[in-house]
């Protein structure tokens, strides 16, 4: 069974720009977690789709921004880029929603310039 | 909210040694704690996770322990070998509800040849 795929691996953007991440799902989870890694700060989670609907959400501000198709692939956009945007993107699939079982994919390397 | 907190931030042992990581969390409510390792360039891998109606839990030469009364659970990696150099994270969350899972800050576990 393939693994979560990430898309695209490494990018980079300047500030004031927008960027927009995917994310494929392992087969069969219906629940997608977005997380973003920085050196500072740890892992902080940014939000959980279930279903094609969001089911909880971090504190980040509304730059941040998610979606769910019906296939269970997930896409997140930053928009307005800042500097402090530049991390390690990483998104995480489960069966179910509720933190069970999650498996995250390789991430997404953004860097913001 | 969840506060997870893990120590020690970094560990080395000698090949052969074993290693232990601890955490502690605040949500007495948490019944869900899995443990992550992350390589360099790839994303946090579960290992082996423990849930609150279980003390102990072995995989091969990994266990997780953990005392809900005291609020804390703890890694054990017993004949360490090269290949566990990595980030270690410990995580909690109540599974079942919609709560997050909340990430401690790390460790990286370097393993001396």
């Given at each position: 069974?393939?693994?979560?795929?990430?898309?695209?691996?490494?990018?980079?953007?300047?500030?004031?720009?927008?960027v927009?991440?995917?994310c494929?799902?392992?087969?069969?989870?219906?629940s997608?977690?977005?997380y973003q890694?920085?050196?500072?700060?740890?892992?902080q989670?940014?939000f959980e789709?279930?279903?094609?609907t969001?089911?909880?959400?971090?504190?980040?501000p509304?730059?941040?921004?998610g979606?769910?198709?019906?296939?269970?692939?997930s896409?997140?956009?930053?928009?307005?880029l800042e500097?402090?945007?530049?991390?390690?993107y990483l998104c995480a699939?489960?069966?179910?929603?509720?933190?069970?079982?999650?498996?995250?994919?390789?991430?997404?390397r953004?860097?913001?310039? | 909210?969840?506060n997870?907190?893990?120590?020690?931030?970094?560990l080395?042992?000698q090949e052969?040694?074993?290693a232990?990581i601890?955490?502690t969390?605040s949500?007495?409510?948490?019944?869900y704690?899995?443990?992550?390792?992350?390589?360099?360039g790839?994303?946090p891998?579960l290992i082996?996770?423990i849930?609150s109606?279980?003390?102990?839990?072995?995989?091969?030469?990994?266990?997780?322990t953990?005392?809900?009364?005291?609020?804390?659970?703890?890694?054990?990696?017993?004949?360490?070998?090269p290949e566990?150099?990595a980030?270690?994270?410990?995580?909690?969350?109540?599974a079942g509800?919609?709560?997050?899972?909340?990430?401690?800050?790390?460790?990286?576990?370097?393993?001396?040849?």
């Amino acid at each position: 069974k393939a693994g979560v795929t990430q898309t695209p691996r490494y990018l980079i953007k300047t500030r004031g720009q927008q960027v927009t991440l995917s994310c494929s799902p392992i087969s069969g989870h219906r629940s997608v977690s977005w997380y973003q890694q920085t050196p500072g700060q740890g892992l902080q989670f940014l939000f959980e789709y279930f279903s094609e609907t969001q089911r909880n959400k971090g504190n980040f501000p509304g730059r941040f921004s998610g979606r769910q198709f019906s296939n269970s692939r997930s896409e997140m956009n930053v928009s307005t880029l800042e500097l402090g945007d530049s991390a390690l993107y990483l998104c995480a699939s489960s069966f179910l929603s509720g933190s069970n079982e999650q498996f995250f994919g390789p991430g997404t390397r953004l860097t913001v310039l | 909210g969840e506060n997870v907190e893990q120590h020690p931030s970094t560990l080395s042992v000698q090949e052969g040694d074993s290693a232990v990581i601890k955490c502690t969390y605040s949500d007495s409510a948490s019944n869900y704690f899995p443990w992550y390792k992350q390589e360099l360039g790839k994303g946090p891998q579960l290992i082996i996770d423990i849930r609150s109606n279980v003390g102990e839990k072995k995989d091969q030469r990994i266990a997780v322990t953990l005392n809900k009364t005291a609020k804390h659970f703890s890694l054990h990696i017993t004949e360490t070998q090269p290949e566990d150099s990595a980030v270690y994270f410990c995580a909690a969350s109540f599974a079942g509800g919609n709560e997050k899972l909340t990430f401690g800050t790390g460790t990286r576990l370097t393993i001396i040849p």
